[in-house]
């Protein structure tokens, strides 16, 4: 009979220890992915880059097509280099792409950036979304509708 008033107890010792032990385990794990996701984050590309697309323009027509100006600032406090720009149709499917020439934008500046449409690809009256992306792999968009 002390055999069967031993168990119970022994049975809740060991469940006491198991529960321990695995909240260690959870716990370890828990701050080691912790670590990784903050690391991950902290990487150089995402600390202090902000790219923003303030307004576009239509700098000239012809019978070929539209030139735009598209001003952009680094909001951020790192130098950006501006590798592409992309023309995106309602469903955000690109219709046009233009190379930016990798030009750098200090922290802080404002410039323009020009791009060129041709008259096939042109959608007058189309709302349309400009993505500027840089070569660190930020982006910036602005919906406009071309005239």
């Known amino acids: 009979m002390e055999m069967n ?8 010792l060991l469940l006491v220890i198991i529960s321990v032990a695995a909240s260690v385990l959870i716990y370890f794990w828990v701050t080691s992915f912790q ?14 880059s902000c790219l923003k697309i303030e307004g576009i ?5 012809d019978t070929s097509g539209v030139a735009y100006r598209i001003w952009v600032k680094n909001c951020g406090s790192q130098t950006l280099h501006l590798d592409y720009v992309y023309l995106l149709d309602p469903s955000g499917n690109v219709y046009h792409s233009y190379p930016a020439g ?5 922290p802080q500046d404002t410039q ?3 791009l060129w449409v041709p008259i096939d690809k042109l959608r007058i009256g189309e709302r ?17 509708t071309p005239t």
């Open 5 to 12: 008033a031993v168990s119970p107890i022994v049975s809740a």
């Open 128 to 144: 349309t979304t400009v993505k500027v992306v840089t070569a660190e792999g930020i982006e910036a968009y602005y919906v406009f």
């Open 112 to 114: 323009f950036l020009w």
């Open 102 to 106: 990798e030009w750098s934008l200090s």
């Open 57 to 61: 323009e239509v700098a000239d027509r």
């Open 35 to 48: 670590g990784q996701v903050t690391q991950q984050a902290g990487t150089p590309k995402a600390l202090g």
